[in-house]
């Protein structure tokens, strides 16, 4: 079975709505659960310096946003669920990756040329009131992609040019430096919905046209009796087509409820009647999290907790992979042999070595790419049984440390995890290839 790397985030701009639940969250935590996928997700608060410069909204967003992925049922046991900001090798990344793009790739970015044209058709200067984080959105999000090397990423059609960028970057960078990168591909959910806002428009922030995710019953309640409506009266028939409350039902109705709910607007149902259909519907979905949420919000330590041990499991990855990006361009330890090829970048991963004694017997060890003893393992019988244990490590990381038949010493000094990022920088280094 191939592992897939799913990968994904979300910005810390403001209070997870509706539309983020159906076009994401949801979609996501349904991955997340499939047994050929690895996860990772992660708030993107980096992306949202961009555009936020309240200091208390990035954090409360932070805050909901990472509770309401928990709440609506992401096992942080089963993902990778962290917070970009925790990630130091991610603006590190960010440098590399700029340093291999084509400045006129990021000119035509949507976002800044959308932000350009608003000013030259205002008869501003292009670039007026244009922060240089905008301009680099793509290269963070591209560092982000790469860093984990993500064959999968779930989008939104809005964000498919931003994962072409990634691309982009993955070929430039190991043209030059060697193969390092997955290209990633964007997971385009068609079927999955962009759901209407208040308004009629796309619920987004922007729009101020929202339902918040976890807004109590009653406030939902009168958000939804706020969705606009045409003006025809209680019997009079209504069109599905171009209804916005009808759009938002469908997204959270089987396939029969949305059936009867048709048939009712062709019977002239009232607009109250029909909202108040939809106000029980979502409220039906969303009840049993709600107090998941709130549990979450109220204990903020337990959630910083969580988004650490998340930390710690992307660094296990990110570390030992920023190590050998580092050692590629040539920021090295200046002792190191100089060469420019991608073949020393090999080098400095760690190894396997198999070898006999005089003994007889087969062993191994476990070095670092710098000939550090980071394992050494004890006599086997055969060379085979070595060569599995081997292969179980790798397949498996630290938990076949425990079911070996034959002692396994750490090296001087080393712990269980340096052993682990050592396993996942040979494990990226083989995935890395195919590209
Ligand atoms: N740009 C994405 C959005 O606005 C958020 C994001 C940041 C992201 N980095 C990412 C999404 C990496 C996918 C992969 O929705």
Partial sequence: MR????????????????????????????????????????????????????????????????????????????????????????????????????????????????????NTAAGNDPDSDVNVGLFMYPVLMGADILMFNAHQVPVGRDQVQHIEMARDMAHSFNHRYGEHFVAPEAAIEDHVATLPGLDGRKMSKSYDNTIPLFAPREQLKKLIGSIVTDSSAPGEPKAVDGSTLFQIYQAFASASETEALRQAYAAGISWADAKHLVFERIDQEMAPMRAAYQALIDDPAKMEAILQAGAAKARAIATPFMGQLRHAVGLRPLQTHASASAKTVKLALPVFKQYREPDGRFYFKLQSGDGKLLLQSGAFASPKVAGQTIAALQAEGVTALNSSTVTLEKGPEVTESDIAAALQALQMAKEAKPV
């Fill in 3 to 118: 592992i897939e790397r799913f990968l994904t985030g979300i910005t810390t701009s403001g209070t997870p709505h509706l539309g983020n639940y159906v076009g994401s969250i949801r979609p996501s935590v349904g991955h997340s659960l499939r047994p050929d996928v690895e996860s990772f997700y992660f708030l993107a608060d980096y992306h949202a310096l961009i555009k936020v410069h309240d200091p208390a909204r990035i954090q409360r967003s932070t805050l909901e946003i990472a509770a309401s992925w928990l709440a609506c049922g992401l096992n942080p046991d089963r993902v990778v669920f962290y917070r970009q900001s925790d990630i130091p090798e991610i603006p590190e990344l960010t440098w590399f990756l700029s340093c291999v793009l084509g400045k006129g790739v990021l000119n035509r970015a949507h976002a800044y040329k959308a932000a350009v044209d608003k």
